[in-house]
């Protein structure tokens, strides 16, 4: 069982909006800023695409976007692509140095 | 560019203790201000982080597998290294290497993965 919960699958058709949850504790989602998101797809490493609740790294679109409330996070995928069609994962720092991952969300575009 | 290359027996009998080096070019593991990071993913699930090694040697592990991990450093070789022991069947899975920029998760480059099959 992973320590931070999201939906086993999100969907969204070409162009529109999906938003992927991620749920903790006020021990790691809720107490810290440090909320990350991975792309995976089959048989690759992980990407990063957001780290630091809403940063994005040099390269990954725009229309990517995070935020955080509370012990939830988000991942907000705007104009779906059929690329973005993937695996995505939360992680959340969780103190002393202990890091952890939720249990992934497959993104299907329809 | 940075890249990490996973190397290391892909099966591993029960009881023993499972080896992997990860081999970084790209980046001095000495220059300092990374973690050097170990994270694996069971057959079609999650990811789970394992530990990291900062280049200043202090490591820090995932507190359900500190007991059975070892993470180390061979600067010379610009290299470094997992052991964890007393593997079972639940420890088969993909063994990423890979580098973390801050210690909260921010992971910019990654190994392509080794599996690790545990089994007699």
């Known amino acids: 069982q992973s320590a931070l919960t999201q939906p086993p699958s999100a969907s969204g058709s070409p162009g529109q909006s999906v938003t992927i949850s991620c749920t903790g504790t006020s021990s790691d989602v809720g107490g810290y800023k440090y909320v990350s998101w991975y792309q995976q797809y089959p048989g690759k490493a992980p990407k990063l695409m957001i780290y630091?609740?809403?940063k994005r790294p040099s390269g990954v679109p725009d229309r990517f976007s995070g935020s955080k409330s509370g012990n939830t996070a988000s991942l907000t995928v705007s104009g779906l692509q059929a690329e973005d069609e993937a695996d995505y994962y939360c992680s959340s720092y969780a103190g002393s140095n202990n890091l952890v991952f939720g249990g992934g969300t497959k993104l299907t575009v329809l | 560019q940075v890249q990490l290359q996973e190397s290391g027996p892909g099966l591993v009998e029960p009881s023993q203790t499972l080896s992997l080096t990860c081999s970084v070019s790209?980046?001095?593991?000495?220059?300092?201000?990374?973690?050097w990071s170990w994270i694996r993913q069971h057959p079609g699930k999650g990811l789970e982080w394992i530990g990291y090694?900062?280049?200043?040697?202090?490591?820090y592990c995932n507190p359900s597998l500190q007991s059975r991990v070892a993470i180390s450093v061979d600067r010379s070789k610009n290299q470094f290294s997992l052991k964890l022991s007393s593997v079972t069947a639940a420890d088969t899975a993909v063994y990423f290497c890979a580098r973390d920029v801050s210690g909260y998760n921010q992971v910019d480059f990654w190994g392509q993965g080794a599996p690790v099959t545990v089994s007699s």
């Open positions: 090694i900062y280049y200043s040697g202090s490591t």
């Open positions: 630091e609740v809403n």
């Open positions: 790209g980046n001095s593991i000495s220059s300092g201000g990374y973690y």
